[in-house]
């Protein structure tokens, strides 16, 4: 894909509620699943894989199928370590944005629930689900059309010479579409990111925003890339502190990112 698509798929990419009952050419699938396993995770030491299931296949192994039926459900698996749960989200999200260049529809599916006795034998852990196929829906035509907080809500700090990738990590997908995730840019041109705390401890909202934090990073890299900026992500320690706020990650930008890579 080239860098004005990057840009493009993450301004068009919208969660699609209907899909067509025809099943996607097998050279599709292989291609996507060729570019979701070249892909470097931005949190190492965790293994990870994916299927990729029509829909009965899916239904055989579930305990609560998805809300949506679609074609192809992309199922994101991942060993239990800390940021295994961002890790899915950003593998996820990537192949949505994927998706979107192709002219393929998505929805995320976090109500999934895979049964471990029906689950195929020797699988990693399940952790979520990305619906798609062809759809009658329309893809977003303009930035404006998504239902998301401004910038001012969600970004702090030095805002502006950021505001590109800002931008692309506030049209990335949540959970219920409640828009947990937080950003501050520091002095030294750093993006810290961070999930809001849940309200009486919810351990699914927090699963799920943990999610939504690797989805975000998704659509930081992704724009980082396309504008041509050296990225990577840290885990900074001690962490860095923001209200009571939960730390993330920090995507490091320019010179920054060849700091103790």
Known sequence: MSMLNNITNITKRRTFRSFKDEELRGEVLDELSDFLSSLCMPFDGIDWNFDTLPYMDLM???????????????????????????NSGYLGEMAALWLTGQ??????????????????????????????????????????????????????????PHRPLLEAARLAPSYFNRQKIRFVCDDRGDIHIYRKKVMLNNPVFSYQDCVSAGASIAHLQTAADALGLPNRFAILKPSPGFKRYLYQATLKLGSNAAENA
């Open 60 to 86: 055989r192994i579930s305990m609560r199928g998805p809300g949506v039926k679609a074609p192809h459900y992309l199922l994101l698996r991942a060993e239990k370590k800390a940021y295994s749960l961002q």
């Open 103 to 160: 002219g393929i529809g998505s929805c995320w599916q976090g109500g999934v629930a895979i049964s471990p006795h029906e689950d195929f034998p020797d699988s990693l852990p399940y952790v979520s689900t990305l619906a798609f196929g062809m759809s009658d829906e329309p893809f977003r035509a303009d930035a404006s059309e998504a239902q998301r907080q401004p910038l001012d809500s969600i970004a702090f700090g030095q805002i502006e």
